[in-house]
Structures are given as C-alpha cells and as structure tokens.
C-alpha cells in the first residue's frame, strides 16, 4: 500500500520560512518523480516544484529563488524549503508521487502565512 505524508506545515509571519517534508513508503521512490502542489483557498491546485528521480527540478514562476525542492532517497523524503514567505504562499501544500503509470497523493498539510 502507497503512502505519502506531509509534514511541516504551520502558521508563519510573513518574511518566514519553512520546510515541508514528504515521506513515502509503498513506492519505488528512487525512481519516482515527485511534485509539491498547493491549493489555495478559493483557488486551483497549481503544481509548486517537481524532482524526478534524477533530481532534476522544476519550479513554478510565483516560487523561484525563494523555494527549493530536494530529495533524500536513503529517507525515502521529498522536501521543500520555503523562505521570505508571503500571505499568497497560504495553501494546502500536497505531495504528489508518480511512479510508472501510477500516481500517489498524500492528504496535504497546511501553511498559513500571516502579514
């Protein structure tokens, strides 16, 4: 059975920062493509950053030079560091794992970011 769990998530002021964590097991993770996603309120999902298995990243304009997405395979853990955070940061952050033809979601984790 695949799982993935976010972590991390949290209330920060504006200017801060902070790391979101996601842990699979289940999963050829090695291998897997992995992506942060968030969900804003009243808004779309919108993909955030992407590693592939060879760590090759990808990020979405709103985000460069300010998040950084990385990968511990030994931890079998995507993270995504997040700094000078900013009110339209706030979102349901989710980690989505795709692996061959199969993709995973976890269940998100909450970042709220006051100003």
């Known amino acids: 059975q695949v799982q993935l769990a976010e972590s991390g998530g949290g209330l920060v002021q504006a200017g801060g920062s902070l790391r979101l964590s996601c842990a699979a097991s289940g999963i050829i993770f090695s291998t897997s493509t992995v992506g942060w996603y968030r969900q804003g309120p009243g808004k779309q999902r919108e993909l955030v950053a992407r590693i592939t298995g060879l760590s090759n990243t990808n990020y979405a304009d709103s985000v460069k030079g300010r998040f950084t997405i990385s990968r511990d395979n030994a931890k079998n853990t995507v993270y995504l560091q997040m700094y000078s955070l900013n009110p339209e940061d706030t979102a349901v952050y989710y980690c989505?794992?795709?692996?061959?033809?199969?993709?995973?979601w976890g269940q998100g984790t909450q970042v709220t970011v006051s100003s």
């Open positions: 989505k794992a795709v692996s061959g033809w199969d993709a995973y």
